[in-house]
């Protein structure tokens, strides 16, 4: 009988460094045995988005005290893990090589299984830790880095629906907050304003929403958002107005391409149609509420981790590496993988139509 596995995970791609244990049994249950996640916000926010040499500095000042504290809450000792799992891309390269050299090192010490992490695939399998949410599923990932339809049909097998063609949903909302001056992360910063705010007061663009397709765009909207600002000499409702104006355009924008990726799931799928959501921008009252009508109106259910895993955590790299060991996709080569700035979760689409990035460093998407 298959008997339960016990992971370490690290993550410190972009400005958090955490580290989580958990046990997962082979039914699928997942437990979670100890979680850290050491925000770096405070410093970063006086630049209004996350500076990548900090971010580096940082993790690799704090990393190895997160990850000790973790293993000892966690009330497992380091020889009885079955594999140490970091994020190894995509993400800030500093702040990769951190967490995974960190794993590295430790799985090398205690002759474990290193099992190098797609963030994004972290990202896609959070739902999995705290409901059985059975494959397939369609994800719509949106964050401050990524903004993506994936149908996901099992454990590596991501195919791209849709992605944005240009900057993620959650960087809009941090440069319109980085604009306004009103803090960091923006997202959160957004929202609390938009709620004293009037979303017809300004006439905001959908881009790409009158054409065919999945893909998105959000750079054009922030840059109307930011000639608002130059333009009007905004008073606190104006801005307040702003911000209603612009989550509600966003709000629209996923709400109607997650309509149709819906759609486009369910010719593919049979059986119950499910909706996953994750990402930090998922964490958006309004935007959740858009997408549940859109899941209800679609007959589909939306399933959305819980807030604190939405946004980038260990438990979810932790999850990814213990899915893969039970399903024997560990190989010893773990402690040769290089680390990916950029590391597409459909690889074989982000080659042959890339939706952004591009030249020497790859598609991101
Ligand atoms: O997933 P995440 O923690 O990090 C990655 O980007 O991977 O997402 C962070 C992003 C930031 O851009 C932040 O502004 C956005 O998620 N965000 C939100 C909200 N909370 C966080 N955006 C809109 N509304 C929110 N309440
Ligand atoms: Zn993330």
Redesign the pocket.
């Known amino acids: 009988m298959a008997a339960p596995i016990c992971v370490l995970g690290i993550e410190t ?2 400005d ?1 460094t955490a580290a989580a244990v958990l046990r997962r049994a082979p039914d699928g249950t997942v437990t979670i045995l100890s979680e850290t996640v050491h925000s770096q916000i405070d410093e970063h926010a006086p630049y209004g988005g996350v500076v990548p040499e900090i971010a580096a500095r940082a993790h690799a000042d704090i990393a190895d005290a997160v990850v000790a504290k973790t293993l000892q809450d966690s009330g497992i000792e380091l020889a009885d893990l079955d594999a140490i799992a970091a994020t190894s891309g995509p993400g800030l390269i500093g702040g990769v090589m951190v967490g995974m050299m960190t794993g590295k090192a430790m799985a090398l010490a205690a002759d474990k299984p290193f099992v190098p992490i797609n ?1 994004l695939e972290g ?1 896609a399998l959070s739902p999995r830790l705290a409901d059985p949410c059975p494959f397939p599923y369609l994800l719509l990932l949106v ?4 903004c993506q339809f994936i149908s996901v049909t099992g454990l590596g097998q991501y195919q791209r629906l849709g992605s944005t063609i240009d900057d ?4 809009a ?2 440069k319109l ?1 980085k604009t306004l001056g009103i803090g960091f ?4 910063a ?2 609390r304003m938009a709620a004293k705010g009037d979303a017809k007061r300004f006439a905001l663009p959908r881009p790409l929403l009158n054409r065919s397709g999945l893909d998105m765009s959000f750079a054009g909207l922030k840059t109307a958002a930011a000639r608002v600002v130059e333009a009007e000499a905004l008073d606190a409702q104006g801005e307040a107005d702003l911000c209603a104006s612009f ?1 509600a355009a966003i709000a629209e924008c996923l709400a109607e391409k997650t309509r149709r990726a819906l759609s486009a799931f369910a010719e593919e799928q049979s059986g119950e149609i499910r909706l996953v959501v994750a ?3 998922a ?3 309004m ?1 959740r509420s858009a997408l549940n009508q859109v899941a209800e109106a679609a007959g589909a259910s939306l399933i959305a981790p819980p807030l604190r895993h ?3 955590n260990a438990a979810m790299i932790a999850l990814a590496g213990a899915e893969r060991l039970a399903a024997g996709m560990v190989s010893d080569e773990g402690l040769a993988f290089s680390a990916r700035p950029r590391w597409p979760l459909d690889e074989e689409r982000a080659k042959s139509a890339p939706a952004y990035g591009g030249g020497k460093r790859g598609a991101k998407a």
């Open positions: 791609s972009c958090e963030h990202h964050s401050g880095g990524h993620a949903a959650g960087e909302f941090d907050a992360p923006g997202g959160p957004v929202e989550q990402g930090g921008v964490a958006n009252q935007i939405c946004t980038d």
